[in-house]
């Protein structure tokens, strides 16, 4: 399509950052220009679940991620894989329901939201650079008030801004295939392994998602799987239904600021937090609302303070799935304790999803201790 000369938002980045943030500022009013080198369905290789606190999300942008073809899993089961079928424990999320959806149709659902809101779609569209006012892309200039980077983690829209600086990082390596398969549980499932973790997520009656997490950039799923003999036991003679295993990076990594004059910074492009938490798109959507309010006010600085707020509870859970990743003892004393007491569980996963209050998170974690220590 031709770009407009001017506009009011221009995105760089049309994935699901992109378009969340583009649809949460047409609901404001703001004439908004999306560009993307890549054209949809844009694909990317991650759980493919989506928990209760992101569906609420995406509903408040108006966004009926169940227009598509979807499945609901009503909770999350924790299994270790080193010991034994009895360290597995499961709970149901204290409100809703998580989604699960291949990522193609998820991007389809909200482009096509994008669009039916009036946001100009630019695909096959390469942004070069970034001015003051406004992009160069396609061998054209286009004046913007307002520049957003929803471009991932690789952002070259925070380089040209000058936006690298952060307060630390850490990367892991996660891998994706799907497996014909009849789903064994309605359960988004995590199986924890040595130094790595499986996401076993029912994507449909008969199809499942299955996502490697690790340190270790060259461990790929038939390699991981003999850590999980009885995952492998039910895929590993099932026929792969489409396509090859597509890998990503997955990053902890929180910047020191997400804006600066008039561009901000949206999505992994703003920081992000492991894919362990499952929390990717929810904040995405939670960020898109308040980067849409902070335009309206004028004020990108509302955005920043948004944003850290938005980001609290995800790193905190971050940070405690990754020490249960580093501590193997303490993991099977953690997933032994909530499997011989289920209501603990049932408190973290509560925190999780933003459930649960700071007095609630302090109560379930002393009965957390004290069964650790009777164990």
């Not at 902070?294 to 405690?320: K, T, V, W």
């Not at 302090?362 to 201790?369: E, V, W």
Request: with cysteine; glycine share 10%.
């Amino acid at each position: 399509m031709t770009l407009p000369r001017s506009t009011d938002v221009f995105i760089v980045g049309g994935g699901p950052a992109g378009l969340a943030a583009a649809i949460a500022a047409r609901r404001r009013g703001f004439d908004v220009t999306v560009a993307d080198c890549a054209a949809p369905p844009i694909d990317k290789a991650c759980g493919e679940g989506i928990m209760p606190d992101g569906v609420a999300a995406a509903r408040s942008l108006g966004i009926e991620l169940e227009a598509g073809e979807v499945r609901r899993f009503p909770g999350i089961r924790f299994c270790d894989a080193g010991a034994g079928a009895s360290a597995c424990v499961q709970a149901l999320f204290p409100n809703g329901y998580g989604i699960a959806m291949r990522r193609t149709t998820l991007h389809a659902i909200m482009a096509s939201h994008a669009s039916d809101a009036g946001v100009r779609l630019a695909w096959r569209t390469p942004v070069t650079g970034i001015r003051d006012e406004g992009v160069i892309c396609d061998g054209s200039f286009t004046r913007a008030r307002w520049i957003i980077g929803a471009d991932g983690g690789h952002s070259r829209v925070r380089r040209w801004a000058g936006l690298d600086a952060a307060h630390g990082s850490s990367r892991r390596f996660g891998f994706r295939r799907h497996y014909r398969v009849e789903p064994w549980s309605d359960f988004m499932e995590l199986h924890w392994g040595p130094a790595c973790q499986l996401y076993i997520t029912p994507v449909a009656s008969d199809e499942i998602c299955v996502a490697l997490i690790s340190r270790d950039p060259h461990l790929r799923l038939n390699d991981a799987l003999r850590h999980f003999p009885e995952v492998a036991r039910r895929v590993s003679h099932r026929e792969r239904p489409a396509g090859e295993e597509r890998g990503a990076v997955t990053a902890s990594r929180r910047l020191r600021s997400v804006y600066r004059g008039r561009v901000a910074l949206v999505g992994d492009a703003s920081g992000s937090v492991d894919a362990v938490t499952g929390e990717g798109l929810c904040l995405l959507f939670q960020q898109s609302a308040a980067l849409a309010a902070a335009l309206h006010a004028g004020d990108l600085s509302l955005y920043q303070a948004a944003h850290r707020r938005i980001g609290r509870r995800p790193e905190f859970m971050a940070n405690l799935m990754l020490l249960l990743d580093q501590r193997q003892r303490l993991r099977r004393r953690v997933i032994g304790a909530m499997a011989s007491h289920p209501p603990l569980f049932a408190g973290m996963l509560a925190l999780h999803v933003g459930e649960l209050s700071p007095v609630g998170f302090l109560s379930n974690g002393a009965a957390l201790g004290w069964r650790m220590l009777t164990l």
